[in-house]
């Protein structure tokens, strides 16, 4: 017999109230029970980063906790970052620019790591963003396209404008 709880959730500014099973990941209740697949399971050891959500605002690793520590608390997914019209946030737009993803399959859990970094220093150096993304595996970009994207969304949300440039590729 499964053990279950009633949990109460904000997620995104929504609020939930749900029947969980007390074994279930909060991943897993992300993407199954309220169908907010943008939290992507890469590893489900806590390794990869790409299941990283923001918990009252801080970065957790959604494969490691059950729903029901979640109980209570404001979850922001990657659904949840742009704003309720589908304005990109400075950071999403700055990912767009620089090209900070390929496949997509990392993008949800840097951009929430992102957040949470830029939400405590608007203004990091390069060395802040890679040490902040360190636990974050991407596959396909090299991470200068996505430290670009950062360091661009810092200066914007600082309010300065800044020049990054972009290296691109040119065929002859």
Same mark, same amino acid.
């Given at each position: 017999m499964?053990?279950?709880?009633?949990?109460?959730?904000i997620v995104?500014?929504? =609020?939930?109230q749900?029947? %969980?099973?007390?074994r279930r990941? $909060?991943?897993?209740?992300l993407?199954?029970? $309220?169908g907010l697949t /943008?939290?992507?399971?890469g590893?489900?050891h806590? !390794? &990869? /980063?790409?299941? @990283?959500i923001?918990?009252? *605002?801080?970065t957790?690793?959604? &494969?490691?906790?059950? +729903? !029901?520590? +979640?109980?209570g608390c404001? %979850?922001?997914?990657i659904e /949840? $970052?742009?704003a309720?019209?589908?304005v990109?946030?400075?950071l999403?737009?700055?990912?767009?620019? &620089?090209?900070? $993803?390929q496949?997509?399959f990392c993008? =949800?859990?840097?951009?929430?790591t992102? @957040?949470?970094?830029?939400?405590?220093?608007l203004d =990091?150096t390069?060395?802040?963003v890679?040490?902040a993304?360190?636990?974050?595996? &991407?596959?396909? @970009? *090299?991470?200068?396209s996505i %430290?670009d +994207?950062a360091?661009?969304a810092?200066?914007?949300?600082r309010g300065?404008?800044?020049v !990054?440039?972009?290296?691109?590729? %040119?065929? @002859?």
């Amino acid at each position: 017999m499964m053990d279950k709880r009633i949990i109460n959730v904000i997620v995104n500014n929504q =609020p939930y109230q749900r029947e %969980v099973d007390t074994r279930r990941t $909060l991943g897993d209740f992300l993407r199954h029970d $309220l169908g907010l697949t /943008g939290t992507h399971y890469g590893c489900e050891h806590g !390794v &990869c /980063g790409a299941c @990283t959500i923001l918990l009252n *605002g801080n970065t957790a690793r959604s &494969c490691l906790m059950l +729903a !029901v520590q +979640a109980d209570g608390c404001h %979850v922001t997914t990657i659904e /949840g $970052l742009a704003a309720a019209d589908g304005v990109l946030s400075e950071l999403q737009q700055a990912f767009r620019e &620089c090209h900070g $993803l390929q496949c997509g399959f990392c993008t =949800p859990g840097m951009l929430t790591t992102l @957040t949470e970094l830029l939400s405590e220093n608007l203004d =990091p150096t390069e060395a802040e963003v890679r040490e902040a993304i360190s636990g974050n595996i &991407c596959r396909c @970009t *090299g991470y200068k396209s996505i %430290v670009d +994207a950062a360091l661009l969304a810092a200066s914007r949300m600082r309010g300065k404008s800044s020049v !990054v440039v972009i290296a691109q590729e %040119v065929n @002859t």
